[in-house]
């Protein structure tokens, strides 16, 4: 039985270990089915996966997956933010509540490879908090 597109979305979130999607991701899911829906259609069902807490926005584009586990951290989008990027381990142990200090900078590493120059460490605002870089070898 061929399952309607959005059923396979849904199912795949919840049952998927990736807790954090792009609407790239998502799209190619959604037009790998026999029907797959208009670019409009998807949206409505990205902006509604999103008002229903299915989905929660980190910025354009990124989506944290809250339908597979509604306790998802916002560290889990720091690769897709910077690429190589980590949560430092001083974040992980304040999400965990074992440092005290939590707050919205969720902050990350970010390898440095020799001969290569040094990654932009700019800081990233988003609505669930502002990432900030560390570059470290």
């Given at each position: 039985?061929?399952?309607?597109?959005?059923?396979?979305?849904?199912?795949?979130?919840?049952?998927?270990?990736?807790?954090?999607?792009t609407?790239?991701?998502?799209w190619?899911?959604?037009?790998?089915?026999?029907?797959?829906?208009?670019?409009?259609?998807?949206?409505r069902?990205?902006?509604?996966?999103?008002?229903?807490?299915?989905?929660?926005?980190?910025?354009?584009?990124?989506?944290l997956?809250?339908?597979?586990n509604?306790?998802?951290?916002?560290?889990?989008?720091?690769?897709?933010?910077?690429?190589?990027?980590?949560?430092?381990?001083?974040?992980?142990?304040?999400?965990?509540?074992?440092?005290?200090?939590?707050?919205?900078?969720?902050?990350?590493?970010?390898?440095?490879?020799?001969?290569?120059?040094?990654?932009?460490?700019?800081?990233?605002?988003?609505?669930l908090?502002?990432?900030?870089?560390?570059?470290?070898?």
């Open positions: 039985m061929l399952l309607d597109w959005k059923v396979r979305l849904d199912r795949q979130l919840i049952e998927s270990d990736v807790e954090a999607w609407t790239g991701m998502l190619n899911e959604a037009s790998s089915t026999a029907a797959p829906p208009s670019r409009p259609t998807f949206e069902w990205m902006t509604r996966a999103c008002a229903s807490g299915r989905l929660r926005k980190v910025r354009n584009g990124l989506f997956n809250a339908a597979g509604k306790s998802v951290s916002v560290g889990a989008a720091a690769g897709y933010i910077k690429q190589t990027a980590l949560p430092s381990l001083a974040w992980v142990l304040e999400h965990d509540w074992i440092l005290n200090n939590m707050g919205d900078v969720i902050t990350c590493v970010v390898a440095l490879t020799p001969g290569l120059p040094v990654p932009n460490l700019s800081p990233v605002k988003t609505p908090g502002e990432f900030r870089f560390r570059a470290l070898p």
